[in-house]
């Protein structure tokens, strides 16, 4: 196959992959409130109220703690992966500029209507489970 024709096919097979993945993201609408369970090692776990607003592939919102504590959430959607983060107003950890919160930045998939996601930190890692309420 000459090689204009296989540069003319991978444009295309990038094409069509780039529009599947928008067309499952915005399938995929995660605005709403979520019941979540976060977890992370050696300081705490507990459950939250997740709520989020979804534009095309971003995320926006906010995640509140069973304390009423609040934390804005900002991430993206592609396909069936999804990122969130968010600076916990739980959880802080030291550092030469004096106690700052701990920014935990999840990465997982959703799948069948459930958030799974885990974020790696300096000591172990973080979960978070989220179910649409």
């Known amino acids: 196959m000459p090689i204009q024709t296989r540069r003319r096919c991978l444009v295309l097979l990038s094409l069509v992959a780039a529009t ?31 709520v989020l607003e979804q534009n095309g592939e971003s995320l926006s919102g906010k995640i509140t703690n069973a304390y009423g504590r609040e934390s804005e959430v900002t991430g993206k959607i592609v396909g069936t992966q999804i990122q969130l983060s968010y600076a916990s107003s739980s959880v802080r950890v030291r ?39």
Not at 32 to 37: D, E, I, L
Not at 112 to 126: H, L, M, Q, R, V
């Open 95 to 133: 550092t030469d500029a004096g106690d700052k919160p701990l920014v935990l930045n999840f990465e997982g998939s959703v799948n069948d209507g459930e958030i799974d996601a885990t974020a790696k930190i300096s000591f172990g890692e973080a979960t978070l489970k989220a179910k649409r309420k």
């Open 20 to 50: 599947s993945l928008s067309a499952l993201a915005a399938e995929l609408n995660l605005s709403g409130t979520w019941s979540a369970t976060v977890h992370v090692p050696q300081a705490s776990s507990g459950t939250a109220t997740l």
